[in-house]
């Protein structure tokens, strides 16, 4: 069955530091991939759609990456600040009309 | 451009009632997906509908319902509630262009405690 994983359940990092998430899927050959935060008792909010054929893409501080041969994505924050600390999801999605499957999340904390 | 809205906020039932979420999708968008998030974990696909069709199911059992109305807005219904069933309900609206990618725009959920 497509399994989803990100690679730990919490992440500390100081104010400055670049914060980088992993996300690992099997079984699945997805043809793009998205990555939502969500704060807590909140829903998820969208950040960035990376597509099969891009290998990277940016939105200001944010960065990801796609790697199919790896069957893994990598978010970058750089400059982080306490404001980026919430619960980050990774979800790999399929053709149009398919429903997203999402990771367990990442909970990154960026202190002061 | 509203967003995507749902009510009630918080509910508490006891096992074996039934319970209706209702959400209202974002203004243009003709999908609505609904999801169970359980606590510390990620949301798990209920259901899917596309101008008013059940457009895809995720693992759940067939107390789960739902339904899509012609303005897109959408209700999910929970028969014979467990205590397993207490969870945040979200639900996410898109449009569906035909392309590969469809962004979701989630609601703030629903969060209901089954005792």
Redesign the interface.
């Known amino acids: 069955s497509q399994k989803?994983e990100q690679n730990s359940e919490a992440l500390n990092i100081q104010e400055g530091k670049t914060a980088t998430l992993t996300c690992n899927y099997t079984n699945y050959s997805p043809?793009?991939l998205?990555w939502?935060r969500q704060d807590p008792?909140?829903?998820?909010?969208?950040l960035l759609?990376i597509?099969e054929n891009e290998k990277e893409k940016r939105k200001e501080r944010l960065k990801v990456t796609f790697d199919t041969t790896l069957k893994q994505s990598l978010f970058h924050i750089t400059a982080s600040q306490p404001a980026d600390s919430a619960t980050y999801?990774c979800a790999p999605?399929?053709?149009?009309?398919?429903?997203?499957?999402?990771?367990?999340?990442t909970t990154l904390s960026v202190s002061s | 451009e509203t967003g995507v809205t749902q009510s009630p906020t918080h509910l508490i039932k006891t096992r074996g009632q039934q319970v209706t979420l209702r959400c209202s999708s974002q203004s243009g968008h003709n999908t609505v997906s609904w999801y169970q998030q359980a606590l510390g974990q990620g949301p798990q696909f209920i259901f899917q509908y596309y101008r008013e069709e059940e457009n895809g199911r995720g693992n759940f059992p067939p107390r789960f319902s739902g339904l899509q109305f012609p303005n897109y807005s959408s209700e999910l219904n929970v028969n014979a509630l467990e205590l397993d069933d207490s969870a945040l309900y979200l639900c996410a609206s898109s449009l569906r262009s035909g392309g590969a990618g469809e962004t979701q725009y989630f609601g703030p959920g629903t969060r209901l405690l089954v005792l």
């Open positions: 989803i043809a793009y998205q939502y008792g909140r829903g998820p909010v969208f759609l597509r999801l999605g399929g053709q149009a009309g398919t429903a997203l499957i999402f990771g367990k999340g």
